[in-house]
């Protein structure tokens, strides 16, 4: 059972790649019988004739099927795909103490190491990163820390505190820091707070490594993201894994991702960067020796 919003073009195009990697796989093996439910209707619809009632795992696109998969009264577990950690880590309690269901999640959160090894790739002279934190981030900035070591990067990481604004701190943030990593934080990154902290650091000359594609074309310098249909493989071969009898880890990062690169950016800025293809490579190949 796979439940999403069928109105969603980001969902429409996880699950073709979700359901064209499975039909892939069938070869061999046992076929899975998908069976769609879209959140925003009350009605499903088979997609191969025959499916059980009870489904032998459910995939939920998006942070509304996930709310509507832990809620199902059965016990088949949830692989919930398309959402941020923290929405996951929230619908937990939905989960009741008697419900020994298992659920995993493969989250859009990036690994912050893939955009620190941007950083110390791509910008070889930059010693100091700066991050934007909530104030009782604290295992998030101990992983900051740690992972830069490994780059060979100093942190600057600024906390921001519940009564004050992110804004306030960026322009301080950035004029002290040679690279800023703008890092997921549902507290702290809203549109107004990002397109506050591309304005400053371009007009301070200083490059923003970012989470998101969208972030990217808005005046990253560079960014690690996930498509859709990559995390729809992903999925995939994750659903086929837990259905063959082992079960995935609670949460995963996205498999399989993209390192972009705005030449625009990049000009305005003075940084001279080789192609997208040959940046992604450099910073593939600094993260396999990092490991």
């Known amino acids: 059972l796979v439940i999403m919003e069928t109105e969603n073009e980001r969902h429409r195009d996880l699950f073709a790649a979700f359901e064209d990697t499975l ?24 997609r191969v004739s025959g499916l059980a009632d009870r489904p032998a795992l459910v995939v939920t696109v998006g942070t509304r099927a ?13 692989l919930s795909v398309l959402l941020p950690d923290i929405a996951f880590q929230q619908l937990q309690p939905l989960l009741a103490s008697k419900d020994r269901r298992r659920v995993a999640a493969i989250v ?4 912050v190491a893939r955009q620190l090894a941007i950083a110390a790739t791509l910008l070889p002279d930059a010693r100091r990163a ?3 934190f909530s104030s009782d981030a604290f ?4 992983t900051f820390r740690a992972e830069a070591r490994r780059f060979g990067l100093d942190v600057d990481p600024e906390q921001v505190g519940r009564d004050n604004e992110a804004a306030d701190h960026i322009e301080a943030l950035i004029r002290r820091s040679d690279v800023v990593l703008a890092l997921y934080d549902h507290r702290l990154f809203r549109p107004v707070t990002a397109k506050w902290m591309l304005y400053i650091a371009f007009q301070e000359r200083r490059p923003i490594i970012g989470f998101s594609y969208a972030l990217l074309k808005a005046g990253a310098l560079a960014a690690v993201y996930s498509t859709p ?9 994750a659903a086929r894994t837990w259905l063959a009898g082992e079960s995935p880890p609670a949460t995963q990062s996205p ?5 972009g690169i705005n030449g625009p950016v990049a000009d305005a800025l003075g940084v001279d960067l080789p192609d997208e293809d040959e940046c992604g490579a450099r910073v593939r190949q600094r993260l396999r020796r990092e490991q």
């Open 66 to 78: 996930a709310e509507r998969g832990f809620q199902r009264n059965d016990q088949a577990p949830v």
């Open 130 to 132: 700066g991050a934007l």
């Open 139 to 142: 295992s998030a900035i101990d």
């Open 229 to 237: 249909e990559q995390i729809g493989v992903h999925a995939a071969e």
């Open 23 to 46: 039909k892939a796989s069938d070869k061999g093996g046992p076929t899975l019988l998908i069976r769609v439910s879209d959140v925003s209707e009350a009605t499903e619809k088979d």
């Open 108 to 111: 859009l959160d990036q690994p």
């Open 255 to 259: 498999a399989y991702y993209n390192i």
